[in-house]
């Protein structure tokens, strides 16, 4: 599988040959949904906690007497059916959401995922993108210039519009793409499936560098 790739000015460079094993999947949607679903399991952060009869402020003693008062029997003020009582059946923070995810599962969802991004021509390979100093003017004029000649909505200012991928920790690409809300810079190493759901372009910085730290990480996984 051939793949084009691109300057930073959007002109044609050459090409390079695409793992079949990664990028030529058949799209997987049941595969697609749990591995998403269990990614966000496990990253939910337990925020929301009440506090049950035993936790609440209060003394133990019985309010008043059982029984020749009248009034309703009740033995703790501490009881749910009472003003800054405990509360039944609350949100809890000890609740556990993770689901449990198979490692040959994530990656060949990952794999149905780029696989489906280059057949929708949501993939870009852009060689020598090289930053010597950051500038988010330089990275917005990338954008704007893929958006004129190939990626219509990569530009785009609201979503996640471009997930760039470096084969190593590029810190002046980092801060050149930091204050642009709709673009993120990734190491490969750390790209997982709900990125690349989540923003609409990859762009492969470096392609034969990106693509073998790829393979390398997604055969380690299998075996």
Not at 20 to 42: E, K
């Amino acid at each position: 599988m051939q793949a084009k790739i691109y300057t930073t000015e959007a002109k044609e460079k050459g090409t390079m040959t695409l793992p079949d094993a990664i990028f030529g999947l058949s799209w997987n949607g049941d595969l697609v949904h749990q591995v998403s679903t269990a990614l966000r399991a496990n990253t939910r952060a337990i925020i929301a906690h009440t506090k049950d009869r035993s936790e609440v402020a209060g003394g133990g003693k019985k309010p008043w007497q059982q029984k020749g008062t009248g009034r309703a029997r009740h033995g703790s003020i501490r009881s749910p059916i009472w003003r800054h009582g405990g509360v039944t059946h609350g949100p809890r923070k000890d609740e556990v959401y993770a689901q449990k995810l198979n490692k040959k599962m994530l990656a060949k969802a990952f794999a149905t995922i780029l696989s489906a991004k280059l057949r929708d021509k949501e993939i870009l390979f852009v060689d020598n993108f090289i930053a010597p100093k950051p500038s988010t003017k330089s990275a917005q004029t990338f954008l704007d210039t893929f958006a004129t000649k190939i990626a219509q909505k990569i530009n785009y200012k609201k979503g996640k519009r471009a997930l760039v991928v470096t084969p190593a920790l590029d810190r002046n690409l980092y801060k050149s793409f930091r204050n642009i809300k709709s673009a993120s810079v990734e190491e490969v190493r750390n790209v997982n499936p709900l990125d690349v759901l989540t923003y609409k372009y990859l762009v492969f910085v470096s392609p034969e560098a990106s693509i073998k730290t790829l393979v390398t990480r997604l055969n380690n996984t299998k075996n």
